[in-house]
């Protein structure tokens, strides 16, 4: 009987269990699929409970200067998130515990924050991580990032940002991964999947929030908030396709773009957020607008008041208001006038229970409060810091092998970058502190055998030429000079346009003086941009582009620059060769002239440093590139390979990028456009054979202005470094 008994009470168990426990209310049963408990949930929410899950409120100011939320004394325990700046979870709890136990059905609050490249252990800005071309690596970081996000109670981060940009005068450049759709969809695939892991209701895990929905990089002139002429054709063959990739990579949030779309501004943009997200892709979680963007549709003269601002945003598709306190006040009204129907509320707030059942809040409403150094800083975090930093950095020039530095060298360290520390962090820097970072001064201290002689030479900016004299004589009594050049942390990112990509005069004179010395120079840059550096390059004999490497810069350099790591990076952005020729990228289209006609009659017309260059210790020859099939059909799968050879004596890490180029095509098609790219470490004298797998329907086809996928026949070319071959799809 006993034996009975338990079986029956086993089998009992299992029915409750897959029927859902009868003693406990659905929503709140684990057991039960997250659309019954999002149904359920949703059944028994009045009007102002919906409305309440549609704000993220602040707590006043966030790490951008320019984003002052007005400080909310009284945060009412209904909303549906808050924009979280503490440094521990304690306060998270506390907010928590206020949702789960003062409400009437206790609906967990979702905790929000910009953890861009890294929450404390800061990693390098997105722009450097594109230009290490690997995202595993990149991948890492944003998971170090999630646990440290998490563990300071952070359940969602607004990252990865995916906006493709080709205006180095815009300073938010910084926070992308470069001028190119492909290479961005895959870094902000790899970055959604590493934030989320496969399951987000798993410890460590955080939603991602695809930004800024879409077409912010294509900011007029560079300025920042502006519009954007940005065509169908333009939206679907260059802004969209990385939002698409995220989607696809499951990213649970994106947020709405500040940015005038043609008209229609991201926020307000029915066709980009609801036909185009909802409808077309199928994304089932949530929109949440960028800070204040729904008060800001009165500023940009699409609403005539905020209530009709409230009333564009959410029915076209905008489901969280983050700070505008618009939607508390204005939402029940609008309802009750008809202008905004109940099935956009529950729509709304559907899609942000489901995010925050699939991330385990109802299980899990409160996170350990774990001492800071058991959470943050930890050493296998600093260690992928590292190396990510060392694969970022692009070596532009390097006459006679000046680098990497001969052992026993005397070394002047000289310029404001040396030993600055805040500057490598970047913007967008999280909780990250000047302090934690390494300076290069003090990571090349630390492998040098005799620590390099310093001289600052002179600030960042402004007149003041008083150290060039010093500069000059450090430079003089060393056996080379490293120049530490570039931009305060502050001059990318939001709000940072500059007119100019040109570094102030000030650092221009000082290369100038110290070249004077009569030694070699090694100029280091660290900046969030593409720089002119026509009066920069010319004079230095070898240039190490490390962008804002984060916490590590300072080790990383320092390896990179002894030759103890082989420099790999290779440039995502065009680095033009003034700033009166932007917008440049490579993936331009062809001109109706070839040869000299159009092009400037003052200045060369190709750039300085063009999109996937970069040098490296060693020298990669390329064997002859071949492909399996010269003609195939669209069900085919074409094998291009080539084989690289590192000729040199210096292991190295080589990136071979794949460019597909269709010569004539309905639509006019870019010069060539990047389609699969890998980076594998050769060793010295070894070869390595690298394949791309040819999709003819993903490869070879373009997007029309419909954003249906066209794919014609005829011939393409298949390009790797100056080496094409002609393929015909029949
Ligand atoms: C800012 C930025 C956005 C950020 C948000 C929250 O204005 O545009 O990238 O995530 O506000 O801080």
Redesign the pocket.
């Known amino acids: 009987m006993k034996k009975i008994l338990s079986v029956s009470l086993i089998l009992a168990c299992c029915f409750s269990a897959v029927a859902g426990n009868k003693n406990i209310l659905p929503y709140k049963d684990a057991s039960l699929p997250v659309e019954e408990r999002v149904e359920d949930l949703l059944s028994r929410m009045t009007l102002d409970e919906k409305i309440a899950q549609l704000n993220q409120y602040s707590l006043g100011s ?3 200067v320019n ?1 002052n939320g007005e400080m909310v004394k009284v945060l009412p325990p209904e909303i549906g998130s808050l ?1 979280y700046t503490a440094d521990d979870a304690v306060s998270r709890n506390a907010m928590q515990k206020r949702a789960m136990e003062e409400t009437r059905l206790g609906i967990p609050i979702l905790f929000g924050y ?1 953890t861009v490249h890294g929450y404390r252990t800061i990693y390098p800005i997105p722009l450097a991580q594109g230009a290490s071309w690997n995202p595993d690596l990149a991948g890492e970081a944003c998971r170090v990032a999630a646990q440290e996000s998490y563990d300071v109670g952070i359940d969602w981060t ?1 990252s990865p ?1 995916v906006d493709v940009a080709r205006d180095p005068r815009w300073g938010r450049v910084a ?1 992308g991964y470069g001028e190119d759709p492909y290479l961005t969809s895959v870094f902000g695939a790899s970055a959604v999947k590493a934030y989320q892991g496969d399951d987000m209701s798993e410890p460590g895990n955080i939603a991602a ?1 695809l ?2 929905y879409v077409g912010y990089g294509a900011s007029e002139a560079g300025r920042d908030y502006v519009y954007t002429e940005i065509s169908r054709q333009s939206l679907w063959s260059t802004y969209l396709p990385p939002f698409e990739a995220g989607v696809k990579a499951g990213a649970a949030t994106l ?1 709405s773009s ?1 940015n005038d779309i043609s008209g229609t501004p991201g926020s307000a943009n029915h066709y980009t957020m609801t036909e185009i997200l909802k409808e077309m892709w199928g994304h089932d979680g949530f929109v949440v607008g ?2 204040h963007a729904v008060k800001q549709l009165v500023t940009q003269g699409m609403a005539p008041d905020d209530a009709t601002a409230v009333e564009y945003a959410i029915n076209a598709g905008l489901d969280m208001d ?1 700070t505008d306190n618009l939607y508390m006040p204005h939402l029940a009204s609008l309802v009750e006038s008809g202008r905004v129907s109940v099935d956009r509320i529950d729509d709304a707030v559907r899609r942000i229970l489901r995010i925050k059942f699939r991330l385990g809040l109802f299980e899990h409403p409160y996170v350990e409060e774990k001492p800071e150094n058991e959470r943050i800083l930890l050493p296998e975090s600093l260690d992928v810091a590292r190396r990510l930093a060392e694969e970022t950095f692009v070596l532009l020039k390097n006459e006679e092998d000046v680098l990497p530095l001969k052992p026993g060298q005397k070394v002047a360290l000289i310029g404001p970058m040396a030993k600055s520390q805040k500057d490598l962090l970047g913007s ?1 820097h999280g909780r990250g502190l000047a302090e934690d970072v390494v300076s290069i001064f003090d990571g090349l201290s630390e492998v040098l055998t005799e620590a390099p002689a310093y001289a600052a030479g002179c600030g960042f900016e402004g007149d003041d030429r008083s150290g060039f004299d010093e500069a000059v004589k450090t430079a003089s009594e060393a056996d080379v000079v490293v120049l530490c050049l570039g931009e305060r942390y502050s001059w990318s990112g ?1 709000n940072a346009s500059r007119s100019t990509i040109a570094l102030p005069e000030i650092q221009e004179d000082l290369l100038k003086a110290v070249k004077a010395a009569g030694k070699p120079v090694v100029v280091l840059l660290s900046n969030g941009r593409a720089l002119d550096l026509t009066r920069i390059s010319p004079l230095a004999d070898a240039v190490l582009e490390i962008w804002q490497p984060g916490i590590m810069g300072g080790p990383a350099v320092a390896s990179v620059l002894t030759g103890k790591t082989n420099p790999s990076g290779r440039l995502t952005v065009t680095f033009p060769y003034t700033t009166g020729q932007i917008p440049i990228y490579y993936c331009q289209r062809h001109p109706a002239r070839d040869g000299s006609q159009g092009r400037y009659q003052d200045i060369p017309s190709t750039p300085m440093y063009e999109f996937g260059y970069g040098l490296s210790y060693t020298s990669y020859d390329y064997g002859t590139l071949t492909v399996s099939a010269d003609s195939f059909t669209v069900n085919d799968t074409v094998t291009a390979r080539v084989a690289v050879t590192n000729a040199g004596d210096m292991d190295g890490k080589e990136t071979v990028q794949w460019y597909v180029c269709d010569p004539y095509s309905t639509i006019t098609r870019p010069v060539k456009e990047l389609k699969h790219f890998e980076k594998k470490l050769i060793p010295a004298g070894e070869s390595c054979t690298f394949e791309f797998e040819i999709d003819p329907m993903r490869d070879l086809s373009y997007v029309n202005w419909k954003g249906e996928r066209i794919l014609e026949p005829g011939d393409y070319y298949i390009i790797v470094k100056d080496q094409k071959v002609c393929i015909t799809l029949e």
Do not use: I, Q, V
Request: proline share 0%; hydrophobic share 40%.
């Open positions: 966030n790490d951008n984003n924009l910009d607004f940002m926070e929030c930004k800024h947020m500040f960028d800070w983050m967008w939001e």
